[in-house]
T-cell receptor, first 111, second 115 residues
Framework: QKEVEQDPGPLSVPEGAIVSLNCTYSNSAFQYFMWYRQYSRKGPELLMYTYSSGNKEDGRFTAQVDKSSKYISLFIRDSQPSDSATYLCAMISGSARQLTFGSGTQLTVLP | SAVISQKPSRDICQRGTSLTIQCQVDSQVTMMFWYRQQPGQSLTLIATANQGSEATYESGFVIDKFPISRPNLTFSTLTVSNMSPEDSSIYLC????????????FGQGTRLTVV
């Protein structure tokens, strides 16, 4: 079993839809949770990160962490074609030096 | 945020040859990492590039195949040695700024095809 599981998709939605992207994990030591966006032929870029459980909002993006369920989510409101990319979740424990990544979900927002 | 420049951005190489990928960061960083990303797959950590000492390799990756240098706080190289078609992949450099192990930044990647 992988430490981090992420549905690879592909996920296709119409413009303006609410998108929900999710990851589950097995390592209870993870404390920091990140979402990266990767456009085609580009490196990943950090979108949001949260510490421990709770919600964090940044514009149209909301990150949610439920440590009791070992489940994290990224919500995208009013999705735009420019949101079309692969979204990778990543997480790390306080003592670790490197991130553990999910496999990524490919999202396409149709105009 | 740090800006990471990686070159070459892509290359097509003959099997049995070696390719060195360069990674330059525009500010001093604490940690530098090298990842491999197979098509449609997630990122697999190859090694942590340590400044002034030997890199720390992950399971399945060895120094003879992927020698890494990091002569200072802003520059690192990864060499893919004696290449085979199985080495065809995207190679990514990553770095974290001082005081953070969570905000990792990435270069644009090197798309390598071995024929």
């Amino acid at each position: 079993q992988k430490e981090v599981e992420q549905d690879p998709g592909p996920l296709s939605v119409p413009e303006g839809a609410i998108v929900s992207l999710n990851c589950t994990y097995s390592n209870s030591a993870f404390q920091y949770f990140m979402w990266y966006r990767q456009y085609s032929r580009k490196g990943p870029e950090l979108l949001m990160y949260t510490y421990s459980s709770g919600n964090k909002e940044d514009g149209r993006f909301t990150a949610q962490v439920d440590k009791s369920s070992k489940y994290i989510s990224l919500f995208i409101r009013d999705s735009q074609p420019s949101d079309s990319a692969t979204y990778l979740c990543a997480m790390i424990s306080g003592s670790a030096r490197q991130l553990t990544f999910g496999s990524g979900t490919q999202l396409t927002v149709l105009p | 945020s740090a800006v990471i420049s990686q070159k070459p951005s892509r290359d097509i190489c003959q099997r049995g040859t070696s390719l060195t990928i360069q990674c330059q960061v525009d500010s001093q960083v604490t940690m530098m990492f090298w990842y491999r990303q197979q098509p449609g797959q997630s990122l697999t950590l190859i090694a942590t590039a340590n400044q002034g000492s030997e890199a720390t390799y992950e399971s399945g990756f060895v120094i003879d195949k992927f020698p890494i240098s990091r002569p200072n706080l802003t520059f690192s190289t990864l060499t893919v040695s004696n290449m085979s078609p199985e080495d065809s992949s995207i190679y990514l450099c990553s770095a974290t700024p001082p005081g953070s192990n969570t905000e990792a930044f990435f270069g644009q990647g090197t798309r390598l095809t071995v024929v």
